[in-house]
């Protein structure tokens, strides 16, 4: 997988909630940003879809977030010729 563009996410922290990040870090012996994504890749992953029995996406939940891509084809103008003005 290539290297993606980084950006700035900067936020505030109480000093407490800083130790408590470093504190599992040092637990798990990566860096605090390993574990803050970690922790986010996780909750990512216990999200569940809740679709109607009738809708498409109640069979297809399996495979929903396992390819890569863009989420939205209309950030390239090219998949979006013919629709509009």
Do not use: Y
């Amino acid at each position: 997988m290539a290297k993606s563009k980084t950006v700035w996410f900067g936020m505030k922290l109480t000093p407490a909630q800083k130790k408590k990040i470093k504190d599992l870090a040092r637990r798990d012996g990566t860096s605090a940003k390993e574990t803050v994504m970690r922790l986010v890749e996780q909750a990512i992953a216990q999200d569940t879809i809740d679709a109607p029995d009738e809708s498409f996406l109640s069979g297809i939940e399996q495979i929903i977030g396992s390819v890569e891509g863009s989420s939205d084809l209309a950030s390239n103008p090219k998949h979006m010729e013919g629709f509009g003005t």
